[in-house]
């Protein structure tokens, strides 16, 4: 039982290139997020899926797309990279049928753009 | 909007209790959560307490919380090197929309 894992844990980009981080959760979780982690602001939501199937957006959408591509796994893409955009990526999975909405993250990427 | 707010920092020395304190915003959240980051590493659920509760004690950790003045606050009793963290306030409201604090990083020193 893995809880949530991310790839890649590392990346480097130059400004303008594209890619796309992976999420997986085996806890039959019906809700995924996106979070981004900068220094002195704690986590901010980027997207989130409530359900396979649906997507919305969170506070800080702009320059990102996501994919729930099935109850397993939520993808996050950045179209063409900004340094604005250097941050620590987390991927979170929730019971969002249960009672406290726990989230459970995973290890996180961290992500320079140049 | 809603907002999460904590201080930055918190030093103690090893053995000493740790109080790291938290205040939100909005009235209407549900669930209120202690989540701990340790270097390199996602977030771990420590505990939470719910919005009708004044007190939750589990082993060391003690939450208090104040609906009156939306302030909660964490208690690491005989505060352990391990406990050199990032440790961050959280509420939920529902809707799937849970809002963190900054973090406050512990720092405990032997």
């Known amino acids: 039982n893995a809880g949530v894992t991310q790839t890649p844990k590392f990346q480097v980009l130059k400004t303008g290139q594209s890619m796309t981080l992976q999420c997986a959760q085996d806890m039959n979780h019906n809700s995924m997020y996106w979070y981004r982690q900068d220094p002195g602001m704690g986590l901010r939501l980027i997207y989130y899926s409530a359900s396979e199937g649906t997507t919305d957006k969170g506070e800080v959408p702009n320059g990102y797309n996501v994919s729930r591509l099935n109850k397993r796994e939520f993808s996050l893409r950045l179209e063409s990279a900004a340094p604005s955009q250097t941050s620590v990526y987390f991927c979170?999975?929730?019971?969002?049928?249960?009672?406290?909405?726990?989230?459970?993250f995973g290890p996180g990427t961290r992500l320079t753009v140049l | 909007g809603e907002d999460v707010e904590q201080s930055l920092f918190l030093s103690v020395r090893e053995g000493d209790s740790s109080v790291i304190n938290c205040t939100y915003t909005?009235?209407?959240?549900?669930?209120l959560y202690w989540y701990k980051q340790e270097p390199g590493a996602g977030l771990q659920l420590l505990t939470y307490i719910f919005s009708n509760m004044d007190m939750k004690q589990d082993q060391r950790l003690t939450v208090l919380l104040n609906k009156k003045d939306k302030h909660l606050s964490l208690r690491i009793a005989d505060t352990q090197t391990g406990d050199s963290a990032i440790y961050f306030c959280?509420?939920?409201?529902?809707?799937?929309?849970?809002?963190f604090g900054a973090g406050t990083r512990l720092f405990v020193k032997a």
């Open positions: 979170a999975s929730s019971d969002s049928s249960g009672s406290t909405d726990t989230q459970y």
């Open positions: 909005d009235s209407s959240s549900t669930y």
């Open positions: 959280a509420e939920s409201t529902g809707g799937f929309k849970t809002i």
